[in-house]
């Protein structure tokens, strides 16, 4: 198949773009290398020496001997671009990764709530406008979140794979009725992922475009079997307070001596998969697209479910290390229950990779190897859901002395 | 009360801002004069002779010898004048008109609908923003839509005011949920404000704005009290294929002798509401906001349905013109029941304005006086939903010679 990969230098785009070529697509990259260039701005890197896209792609061509191609361009702001890019490629699918992911990120300022708006709703209808206007027929498969479920609404029920069925009491007695999950989401971030929903409501339903959703859980884990073939190819690790992921910060957090920074109780559950079974499922998914004249499609991209002091205690016990409770800087519940439906994925034969101690291991590994890299004084989240909800300066961990 | 109009020189909001400013609420127009321009792409002018706001202003001064402020601004782009007019004026009440609001518009081109989601969504955006990062405690009401229910979905049950009442099945028995009532959008423009309620939504749970969401049916009628009082201050009066609304459009073609364009079979049934209750019902939406915390409010703008054919055959049988069948440019069912709620407004104290044969004799003598100013060519809606739904030129019809 030919793919292009809207976002295909970032933390999901860059294993998914290696994965895909590797098995055989033509792949090319639509990027405007802004998750680089956000770093910038927060003063962090990866905690992982990632390499220049150039120099990335250079090496795949090396080690795989497989071309990636590579446009520089802003689909939010550059339609007429995206659409002669589309019209030039004529793709058979799209993976749609072009959005600002982090959660905290989008609550820092009004400019970051306004950014992360902006860029994401604009991406995703400029993709969906172009896709009307150039008659190009791709299966579209687009990065969700399972935060558009929010936590808790369901109770003891399932959450089920983007539609639930309700009943609606009229006068002509009780009607049964498919609606799309009722939306609740957590942050201005999880909030642009709802309303990318009813865009592709609106334009499946209205031209007959093919999209499939993927409300996905916490990514954890750093490296591919194709990321891990040569050390320029290593895929970017997060750990700062805006965009590390809760599981990957704990490990980097060990693998320093920082204390585990938990949120509050540590009560929320929340939904996991590894990067490995990321890449599986976008490759499953553009291979089995719904129909033109289907609802979209929506899969939840998820394979176990924990509680996040569990983890905190699972690699505290293991690496020895504390734990921090700082008051939590999300307007959240203190505790949830989460019980997720992945049977589309499990249906066409995803092997979940689950949490084990090697798998830790070789997260904590990445970590130590990289930890001079660090910079510890981001690892505390500093952005908050409102204001007077900051962490007091008192109650910021110090980093001990390198023990190495 | 201190009150900022936003799109204070529309169709609803002139009419509106006189009526507040009328009540001896302190009224400043935000606007950047949109509608006018795409007037100018577009190539028509309201029927009816619109002055330049500025003239608007200096007579409704000399009439009622009161001011209204006016700041010529786009709030969809320009964040920190709009910021910086929200701390400077510390409304009481703000009234969001901001959005392009036509849905023919919203599905022309790939620009239009484009220009549509990138407006209507930064413009709700921008002012949820700014009213966090000001901490003005206005109460915003927002000018929604019905089409965001979408038709037919409910069956013989009448559609409520924003929220459903459903039963979830669980492990544990059912669950009684009162949800946000699902979206069914039938044009770009309509699905703008099914994302305009989710950023709503959010912002009312994260940061306790107060906000009312109107859900207006199409509203008919040209004149207030306010825009009567000299002819300096009529309202606009729009004719034209993209942004005429079916009512007024009726009384026009009546009018000027064009045959009613009635599109399919004329099945759909539609809310509608007089522009003199819609300013009503804007005052009694800001003297009645929720509290902070609350969930937005919504009310459901409508004092009656009707079927467009109904409608199309009380012009015809009135005024002796024909009705004309078109292909419908618009991808809807072929006809619907509709059954609105609307108690909330009719506790609040509304005493609805019902279609009479005096109403209707109005807007043609509105409509007759201005027959000249009229362009025949531009009556036909040539916006279709999908390539290949275009109206043939041998099925438009020709206006008659000037019978005057």
């Known amino acids: 198949m030919r793919v292009l990969v809207l976002g295909g230098d970032g933390f999901c785009g860059w294993p998914t773009s290696l994965y895909l070529s590797d098995k055989g697509h033509d792949v090319t990259i639509l990027d405007n290398l802004s998750r680089r260039k956000i770093d910038v701005d927060l003063e962090v890197e990866s905690l992982t020496p990632i390499r220049p896209l150039g120099e990335r792609l250079r090496a795949w061509k090396e080690v795989s001997d497989r071309e990636i191609g590579f446009v520089n361009i802003d689909i939010a ?51 969906l406008v172009a896709l009307v206007e150039t008659g190009v027929d791709a299966a579209l498969a ?22 639930l069925t309700v009943k609606v009491t009229t006068p002509d007695g009780e009607l049964e009725r498919e609606i799309l999950h009722p939306a609740n989401p957590g942050s201005v971030y999880h909030m642009t992922k709802t309303l990318d929903q009813l865009l592709f409501s609106f334009y499946a339903k209205n031209d007959g475009l093919r999209i499939t959703d993927l409300h996905q859980g916490i990514v954890w884990g750093t490296q591919t079997d194709q990321t891990a073939r040569d050390v320029r190819l290593i895929n970017r690790f997060d750990y700062d307070g805006d965009y590390g992921t809760v599981l990957n910060r704990f490990l980097m957090q060990a693998a320093v001596g920082h204390p585990l920074t938990v949120h509050g109780t540590g009560g929320q559950t929340r939904a996991f998969i590894h990067i490995r079974d990321t ?37 505290s016990d293991t690496m020895g290390v504390d734990i921090a409770y700082l008051p939590n800087p999300r307007r959240e519940a203190e505790a949830n229950d989460l019980i997720v439906t992945n049977d589309q994925f499990l249906a066409l034969g995803l092997e979940p990779t689950t949490l084990s101690d090697g798998l830790l291991a070789e997260g904590t590994e990445i970590a130590r190897r990289y930890r001079d890299r660090a910079d510890p004084s981001k690892i505390v989240s500093r952005s908050v859901w409102r204001q007077g909800m900051e962490t007091a300066e008192d109650l910021l961990t110090e980093l001990p002395a390198d023990e190495s």
Chains 1, 2 share one sequence.
């Open 142 to 163: 687009h990065l969700g979140t399972m935060g558009v479920y929010g936590y808790g609404w369901s109770g003891s029920a399932p959450i089920p794979e983007g539609y």
């Open 279 to 315: 890449v599986r499922c976008i490759e499953l998914a553009i291979e089995n697209p719904p129909q033109s004249g289907d609802r979209p499609r929506v899969l939840n991209q998820v394979t176990e479910t924990h509680q996040i002091l569990d983890l905190a205690k699972m690699v």
């Open 77 to 127: 702001t550059e339609y007429d671009r995206l659409a002669a890019v589309v019209a030039d490629q004529q793709p058979d699918a799209i993976v749609h990764f072009a959005e600002q992911r982090a959660a905290p990120y989008s609550m820092r300022t009004a400019a970051t709530k306004r950014y992360t708006v902006d860029n994401n709703i604009r991406a995703t209808h400029n993709l």
